[in-house]
């Protein structure tokens, strides 16, 4: 019985920590995708 809850946290923990990891991705894709927005943006005023 033991080892089978001991084997559920080492996944919970894994699900877990991949998780926050492709969160952590999203949001640098986000900033990355907000600030391409931006230059493309300023860019635009510049040819006007």
Do not use: C, W
């Not at 877990?16 to 991705?25: E, H, P, T």
């Not at 900033?31 to 931006?38: D, M, N, T």
């Amino acid at each position: 019985m033991v080892s089978s809850y001991f084997y559920r946290a080492i996944a919970l923990m894994l699900t877990v920590g991949a998780l926050s990891k492709i969160q952590k991705i999203d949001r640098r894709e986000q900033a990355r995708s907000e600030k391409f927005a931006k230059l493309l943006e300023h860019d635009d005023k510049k040819d006007k």
